[in-house]
């Protein structure tokens, strides 16, 4: 009755042992999945961002365009040509469109790589999504050098203006005279040295950004070698655990 009892025990622990095994594939399934949509979920939200920023800089521009043209009629061809106008509308709207095209091609590219890993792949999801965020915020530093050329621009007009604006009256040269306010001046024009310098820090930090990506693209993929390595050990071992 004792052998009896301890076969039932062992057939018992046998089927407990071959459960627990098809539960740790279905977790191991569900953990894949989820690994998997959360890396696919990640990176559409850094994609919208891009969007949304491009999108938020582009309606500055029309409200700028729209609010130069409404002025168009009260200026002489002059003062027309110190605002902001079509020419710099369409230089700065073609390069947003230009950043905004190539963030969509690398949102549909990686995401059509993270959706075609396999189990034994999901190791590399961090990895992509990690690389198109680098390839992302390279995008919007430049999108940050389009910012500062579109402050530039603003800061440019803005002391055109000021100094044309000659609202008050002093005495020059034995004569009373209209002239641009000194002190408006003087602040359009830190202003103006402002952004220049902006502009070209922004300039400076996107070409430096392009050599740290060179060397964060060498360490990605020796890592991403490293990591290859380790899961294919891994895979090995598993298999002769169940031998």
Do not use: P
């Not at 004792?2 to 098809?22: F, H, V």
């Not at 999108?55 to 500055?60: A, D, I, N, P, R």
């Not at 359009?188 to 820090?201: G, I, P, R, T």
């Amino acid at each position: 009755q004792e052998d009896a009892i301890n076969e039932l025990k062992d057939a018992i622990n046998d089927l407990m042992d071959i459960a627990q095994d098809r539960l740790d594939d279905i977790v191991d399934n569900f953990d894949y999945q989820i690994t998997k949509l959360q890396a696919m979920r990640d990176l559409t939200e850094a994609y919208y961002d891009s969007v949304n920023e491009i999108g938020s800089l582009q309606h500055e521009i029309d409200k700028d365009l729209a609010k130069s043209k409404s002025q168009y009629a009260y200026l002489d061809e002059t003062l027309r040509d110190t605002i902001f106008n079509e020419d710099d509308y369409n230089k700065l709207s073609s390069k947003l469109q230009g950043i905004a095209s190539e963030c969509d091609a690398l949102y549909q590219n990686y995401l059509a790589d993270l959706s075609t890993l396999t189990e034994d792949e999901i190791y590399k999801a961090d990895q992509i999504t990690a690389e198109y965020e680098r390839q992302y915020n390279y995008k919007m530093m430049e999108y940050q050098v389009a910012q500062a050329e579109l402050n530039l621009i603003r800061a440019q007009t803005n002391l055109q203006n000021v100094m044309a604006n000659r609202n008050v009256r002093m005495y020059q040269n034995g004569q009373w005279t209209w002239v641009a306010d000194h002190e408006q001046v003087a602040n359009a024009e830190e202003q103006l040295e402002e952004a220049k310098w902006e502009y070209k820090q922004s300039q400076i930090d996107l070409r430096q950004q392009a050599v740290l990506d060179q060397y964060d693209s060498l360490i990605a993929s020796l890592e991403g070698q490293r990591a290859a390595a380790e899961n294919q050990f891994e895979m090995l071992q598993e298999q002769w655990e169940e031998v």
